[in-house]
């Protein structure tokens, strides 16, 4: 009987413990990126730092951008774990393909609480013949 119950107090005491941890979360310097007013079919980049700010790996299963236009690169890459006070970045480029303003985001799937984080990048690409 005192086996048993010395069993259960452990099992509970380790069901606690990992309980307790906070899952992985990204904390990023910024999560929006104007670009201000870009040339024409003069593709722009910038590049987004995050860090894993959770108890527990951060792993990013899929990058997306709302448009053919916009492309991310991971550093590390997909389903690299990223431990906790690690970092990480996303490098987002723009086309800048069509004249007018426009708002772009991309989406990154991950292991977080929330399942999904937005980043946006903005500006305004003006026509270069003028």
Same mark, same amino acid.
């Given at each position: 009987?005192?086996?048993?119950?010395?069993?259960?107090?452990?099992?509970?005491?380790?069901?606690?413990?990992?309980?307790?941890?906070?899952?992985?979360?990204?904390?990023?310097?910024?999560?929006?990126?104007?670009?201000?007013?870009?040339?024409?079919?003069?593709?722009?980049?910038?590049?987004?730092?995050?860090?894993?700010?959770?108890?527990?790996?951060?792993?990013? /299963?899929?990058?997306? +951008?709302?448009? *053919?236009?916009? $492309?991310?690169?991971?550093?590390? @890459?997909?389903? &690299?774990?990223? %431990?906790?006070?690690?970092?990480?970045?996303?490098?987002? /480029?723009?086309?800048? +393909?069509?004249? *007018?303003?426009? $708002?772009?985001?991309?989406?990154? @799937?991950?292991? &977080?609480?929330? %399942?999904?984080?937005?980043?946006?990048?903005?500006?305004?690409?003006?026509?270069?013949?003028?």
């Amino acid at each position: 009987m005192k086996k048993i119950l010395f069993l259960l107090t452990v099992l509970i005491g380790l069901g606690i413990t990992a309980k307790s941890q906070t899952p992985p979360q990204f904390k990023f310097i910024t999560e929006t990126h104007n670009f201000g007013k870009i040339k024409k079919n003069k593709p722009v980049t910038v590049v987004f730092r995050f860090t894993n700010i959770g108890e527990t790996p951060l792993i990013i /299963t899929d990058a997306q +951008a709302d448009c *053919g236009c916009t $492309t991310p690169v991971l550093n590390p @890459t997909k389903g &690299t774990p990223i %431990k906790k006070g690690e970092s990480g970045t996303v490098k987002v /480029t723009y086309d800048a +393909a069509s004249i *007018g303003t426009f $708002t772009k985001n991309v989406t990154l @799937t991950a292991n &977080t609480k929330e %399942k999904t984080k937005v980043i946006s990048l903005k500006g305004e690409v003006l026509n270069t013949t003028k």
